[in-house]
């Protein structure tokens, strides 16, 4: 079944304590990105990847880190947590960044920073 | 800058059409997008236009693409209990056709 797996799917931290969250997508696809959704501000994005060893920013990346060595995988690292990162987190997949390609969503993680 | 607006909330009764806005400040003239989130789930792409086109039609849904006011719409007929959901609109960064701009999402309710 085509999807795309996230880890955990919901976790409480503490403020400073290093985290991450793995993506993994088993479609082949270039294309991989970040997303936080918080209430009234709808879904922004963290970073994205065009293919392996290629990331750039999104819209909110402070505070964030990511890597793609692997064209499946894409994991999100928040070296230092803080109360604000609080947030649902989406991963998401595509074959490429643009064009008519949908956008596969992971079921989301669900972050708490106390 | 790249600014997608979406009102919060709207309420409509089993059967009649809902219709959900999008506003946009600046777009890639390329493909627009709706995505639909049920509860507790990841978004799903529900459908797409092409920047050159003013409407696309796909079965109880219709989308309306206004360039010139930078105005999406998605209409869905004969609106059902399992449309509830919150919906996006999703348009290309203008300097970035990788990066998507996803809009503040439209939570529809639907009462019998």
């Known amino acids: 079944e085509a999807q795309v797996t996230q880890n955990p799917r919901y976790l409480i931290t503490v403020t400073g304590k290093k985290l991450t969250v793995t993506c993994s997508q088993n479609m082949n696809h270039e294309y991989m990105s970040w997303y936080r959704q918080d209430p009234g501000l709808g879904l922004r994005q963290i970073y994205y990847?065009?293919?392996?060893?290629?990331?750039d920013k999104g819209d909110v990346p402070e505070g964030y880190k990511v890597s793609r060595k692997e064209k499946r995988n894409f994991p999100l690292i928040l070296e230092s947590p803080s109360p604000n990162q609080t947030s649902l987190y989406f991963c998401?997949?595509?074959?490429f960044g643009s064009g008519p390609y949908e956008q596969y969503f992971g079921p989301g993680t669900r972050l708490t920073v106390t | 800058g790249e600014d997608v607006e979406q009102s919060l909330f709207l309420s409509v009764r089993e059967g009649d059409s809902s219709v959900i806005n999008c506003t946009y400040t600046d777009s890639s003239s390329t493909y627009l997008y709706w995505y639909k989130q049920e509860p507790g789930a990841g978004l799903q792409l529900l459908t797409y236009i092409f920047s050159n086109m003013d409407m696309k039609q796909d079965q109880r849904l219709t989308v309306l693409l206004n360039k010139k006011d930078k105005h999406l719409s998605l209409r869905i007929a004969d609106t059902q209990t399992g449309d509830s959901a919150i919906y996006f609109c999703a348009v290309p960064s203008p300097y970035n056709t990788d990066k998507l701009i996803f809009g503040t999402g439209t939570r529809l309710q639907v009462f019998p």
């Open positions: 998401a997949s595509s074959l």
């Open positions: 990847s065009m293919n392996v060893e290629v990331t």
